[in-house]
């Protein structure tokens, strides 16, 4: 059973910075693209950000474009999304999520397994 599990969530002031881990048991990590979602209050889970087998391969909201970064780490079987600048509309729940083949894509359907999520609450 594929698991995932992110990390690394909690409150912060507007302006500062946060990383979230997601810890994967996938047994070839490298095979899947995988991608970052959020979540807020009575809103649909909506796509932060993408990376595709080769870390090249990246594709932000362009909400987040400029602030947040995804990377992995295919050794570790890990992904984290680096978060700058945060403002308050940032807050949510983030997923992370795998997709198998490394196609990076935005649309949620695309992925397999996802993750229960860690919490961002941007508020000063």
């Known amino acids: 059973q594929v698991q995932l599990v992110e990390s690394g969530g909690g409150l912060v002031q507007p302006g500062d910075s946060l990383r979230l881990p997601c810890a994967t048991s996938?047994?070839?990590?490298?095979?899947?693209?995988m991608g970052w979602f959020r979540q807020a209050p009575g809103k649909e889970r909506e796509f932060v950000a993408t990376?595709?087998?080769?870390?090249?391969?990246?594709s932000y909201a362009d909400s987040v474009k400029g602030r947040f970064t995804i990377s992995r780490d295919n050794a570790k079987n890990a992904v984290y999304l680096q978060m700058n600048s945060l403002k308050p509309e940032d807050t949510a729940v983030y997923y992370c999520?795998?997709?198998?083949?490394?196609?990076?894509?935005?649309?949620?359907?695309?992925?397999?397994?996802w993750g229960q999520g860690t919490q961002v609450t941007v508020s000063s």
């Open positions: 996938l047994r070839t990590c490298s095979a899947y693209a």
């Open positions: 990376i595709g087998r080769r870390p090249v391969h990246t």
């Open positions: 999520e795998a997709k198998s083949g490394g196609i990076p894509t935005s649309r949620r359907y695309d992925y397999d397994h």
